[in-house]
């Protein structure tokens, strides 16, 4: 797998979270870039959470907020290996999973 640029004019946010079932601890990433491949910013934390998903969530939340916040974008994709998430952005709640009212620390 190799990074693809996105459109001109669109920063590309990748976003993932890791998770370990017996501690809960988890780690949330983000690499944002260019359409030339150039990058722009990113981060690395940890955090502990309750599921895989909420640390997929967490991540794409501290995405957003270093792409909006840190770096005022708003030409911006999203692009992660979770489909629920994208699903819960674009507003496609409709699984059991965004029943999960749990969190991360």
């Known amino acids: 797998m190799c990074w693809l640029p996105q459109r001109p004019g669109f920063v590309k946010t990748n976003i993932d979270g890791a998770w370990i079932k017996e501690s809960g601890n988890s780690g949330l990433g983000v690499v944002i870039r260019d359409s030339n491949d150039i990058f722009y910013g990113g ?15 967490e991540a794409a ?23 629920t998430v994208l699903d819960g952005i674009s507003g496609k ?10 969190s991360c620390s």
């Open 43 to 57: 981060m690395a934390t940890h955090k502990v959470c309750d599921s895989a998903l909420l640390a997929e969530i």
């Open 61 to 83: 939340i501290e995405g957003l907020k270093v792409v909006i916040h840190g770096g005022g974008y708003r030409r911006i994709i999203l692009e992660t290996d979770c489909k």
């Open 93 to 102: 709640v409709n699984n059991r999973a965004w029943d999960d009212t749990s």
